[in-house]
């Protein structure tokens, strides 16, 4: 029964997001891309929640044929005992692709990591983030993201975005 429960889930999912849409879309200057997501963690295999913010700061041909953009992101971890915060700084590279619907990037920042624990004091340390990254865009307001994610960020993380 939780099998149908899911199929039915999944399937209305595509419908609702993906299938109408046929226009035309990209990452652009003067939008905020804005959204959840949920990633497998680099601290012990653990799921994390949080959200994704970025925007364009470059024109396409200023600084190379792509654009540079601004990230910033929050996730949270939760284990047995205690949790583990993170908050990042990101500048993307967004590559100039031919199809308008997909967005590839990759980039360098800084994470605030802070540890928590009822076992232990906990910590708090700053270390270099890189990211690689897709958006693939539903319609001109909504994309599927998802990332890559190296030195003490989310390993692999699936995402929601929402152009404001």
Same mark, same amino acid.
Request: zero cysteines.
């Given at each position: 029964?939780?099998?149908?429960?899911?199929?039915?889930?999944?399937?209305?999912?595509?419908?609702?997001?993906?299938?109408?849409?046929?226009?035309?879309?990209?990452?652009?200057?003067?939008?905020?891309?804005?959204?959840?997501?949920?990633?497998?963690?680099?601290?012990?295999?653990?799921?994390?929640?949080?959200?994704?913010?970025?925007?364009?700061?470059?024109?396409?041909?200023?600084?190379?044929?792509?654009?540079?953009?601004?990230?910033?992101?929050?996730?949270?971890?939760?284990?047995? @005992?205690?949790?583990?915060?993170?908050?990042? *700084? #990101?500048? /993307? =590279?967004? %590559?100039?692709?031919?199809?308008?619907?997909?967005? +590839?990037?990759?980039?360098?920042?800084?994470?605030?990591?802070?540890?928590?624990?009822?076992?232990?004091?906990?910590?708090?340390?700053?270390?270099?983030?890189?990211?690689?990254?897709?958006?693939?865009?539903?319609?001109? @307001?909504?994309?599927?993201?998802?990332?890559? *994610? #190296?030195? /003490? =960020?989310? %390993?692999?993380?699936?995402?929601?975005?929402?152009? +404001?």
């Amino acid at each position: 029964m939780r099998f149908k429960h899911f199929t039915f889930s999944a399937t209305l999912a595509v419908v609702l997001f993906i299938a109408p849409s046929m226009s035309k879309a990209q990452f652009v200057n003067g939008k905020i891309y804005l959204g959840p997501h949920f990633a497998i963690s680099s601290y012990g295999g653990n799921i994390s929640l949080g959200g994704n913010i970025e925007g364009a700061i470059t024109q396409p041909g200023s600084a190379g044929p792509g654009r540079i953009a601004l990230a910033g992101r929050f996730d949270i971890a939760f284990y047995t @005992g205690g949790n583990i915060l993170l908050f990042s *700084g #990101i500048a /993307n =590279y967004h %590559y100039s692709v031919a199809d308008d619907k997909i967005d +590839l990037f990759g980039g360098l920042g800084i994470t605030f990591f802070t540890f928590s624990s009822s076992y232990y004091s906990g910590s708090s340390q700053l270390y270099p983030a890189m990211d690689l990254g897709l958006r693939y865009f539903t319609n001109s @307001g909504m994309a599927l993201r998802g990332m890559l *994610g #190296i030195w /003490n =960020y989310p %390993y692999l993380t699936f995402g929601v975005d929402w152009a +404001l």
